[in-house]
């Protein structure tokens, strides 16, 4: 739907807040690889619509390629190839630079995203809320931090959200061309209209964030969990990238979460919950977790515990890879060797349920899990582990924002044509 911009709005024109039927296909985008052809229709207009998504898919992924290089990994002709670039030159989408001699070949001219082309990521934290702009090829190219010490509220992260984008997006000649807003959220988001279902360790409730985010910004707004769409970005950025079947968990300040790709597709599940991982049992007289039940691996596993054993403060995260591995203390590395055993108990049962081929480990999790495989295969069916990798994935909570992005660049991936309009913020 398209809404006539309010009086004050810097732009043009501004497409109206996703809605539960248009969310169903927005559930089938975020779920496919960044790099899958898309298949089905033979129209024209789908062929074209396909052809774009293909080309974009790889520029997303790997920030510029030649047009020979483009032909290459599609799989298209040549003429095809020019014909879509151009397209896509229309659009605002792409730009081409001077060419480039790859080998005895003639020249071929390099295709770039748009730089002004991005996405408004959030992600509200128990400590501090993220907030940044994410460029198309998952670079971000501005962000901010603003730390708290007291419980916030939804109607909080909706206001400093929106001073710190009118912030980021006022000082520049050539405005940005924002194409919506993602929100990674750690806690349970109903995917239909980004209705947070509950954020426990935000204390939010049945909020109508998305709707919310909506009414202050202007542009369209997708909310998800926020381990899921670290996942995404791992997957297609990261230590995930070119994996087809892999199970991710990440830890952070808001507990423990996860997700998995499956033939190398992202599995939701009915409500976009699938994953939480952190509620996998894993200690018998554990302590009891906000779920209700006890022993949960998010609660035997805690940042806050080991930032405190380690002499650290909330905003010295960053320094707990350098603190593990250099600790000589006996009673840090009990604690330590106790994490481990309650995550190889996860770990075990996600093997044997899910038997992916590898297992990457992120946030506050991928210093402590390091030669954790050998411990994982002593437990875990020897079939299902055959072959089983597990890898440290990003400790920065910038991965957070570029999931975030993720949500409205696989919207535009998913049908590049139809999506493209120019947006603008409310004043």
Not at 127 to 147: E, S
Request: neutral net charge; glycine residues 12%.
């Amino acid at each position: 739907m398209l809404i006539e911009p309010p009086a004050g709005a810097r732009g043009v024109l501004v497409r109206g807040c996703p809605t539960a039927d248009r969310y169903p296909r927005h559930m089938a985008a975020i779920a496919l690889s960044t790099k899958s052809l898309r298949t089905g229709g033979g129209i024209a207009e789908d062929i074209r619509d396909r052809n774009l998504s293909s080309l974009l898919g790889w520029l997303h992924r790997d920030g510029k390629h030649t047009r020979a290089e483009l032909t290459h990994l599609s799989g298209l002709n040549r003429s095809t190839v020019g014909v879509v670039v151009r397209d896509l030159v229309a659009l605002g989408l792409v730009s081409e630079g001077s060419a480039v001699v790859n080998g005895a070949g003639r020249p071929s001219p390099i295709v770039v995203p748009d730089e002004s082309t991005v996405a408004i990521a959030v992600n509200p934290e128990v400590d501090r809320l993220n907030v940044g702009l994410v460029g198309f090829n998952g670079t971000v190219l501005r962000q901010a931090h603003i730390p708290w010490d007291r419980r916030i509220t939804v109607t909080d992260v909706v206001e400093m959200t929106r001073a710190v984008v009118m912030g980021m997006t006022s000082d520049r000649d050539k405005p940005w061309r924002i194409l919506g807003v993602g929100i990674a959220v750690p806690g349970q988001v109903r995917l239909a209209d980004g209705f947070v279902r509950e954020a426990t360790h935000l204390g939010w409730s049945e909020e109508p964030l998305a709707a919310m985010m909506f009414a202050a910004l202007g542009v369209p707004v997708y909310a998800a969990n926020a381990a899921v769409l670290a996942l995404r970005a791992e997957s297609a950025f990261g230590a995930g990238r070119d994996i087809e079947d892999v199970f991710y968990i990440i830890g952070g300040a808001s507990g423990i979460g996860g997700g998995a790709i499956m033939g190398g597709r992202l599995i939701l599940g009915a409500q976009g919950n699938a994953g939480e991982v952190g509620h996998i049992f894993v200690a018998d007289n554990g302590r009891r977790c906000h779920c209700g039940a006890t022993g949960c691996l998010e609660t035997e596993v805690s940042r806050e515990e080991l930032l405190a054993a380690l002499g650290l403060t909330d905003r010295e995260a960053e320094l707990l890879a350098e603190r593990i591995r250099a600790n000589s203390d006996p009673v840090v590395e009990a604690l330590i060797n106790r994490y481990r055993l309650s995550i190889t108990r996860a770990v075990r049962t996600v093997v044997n349920l899910f038997n992916p081929s590898t297992i990457v480990f992120g946030g506050f999790l991928a210093p402590l899990t390091e030669g954790l495989l050998a411990e994982v295969a002593a437990s875990a069916i020897s079939s299902s582990r055959q072959g089983l990798r597990v890898l440290a994935g990003s400790v920065d909570s910038a991965l957070l924002l570029v999931g975030a992005a993720e949500l409205v660049y696989a919207e535009l991936l998913a049908s590049p044509a139809s999506f493209v309009v120019a947006h603008t913020l409310r004043d």
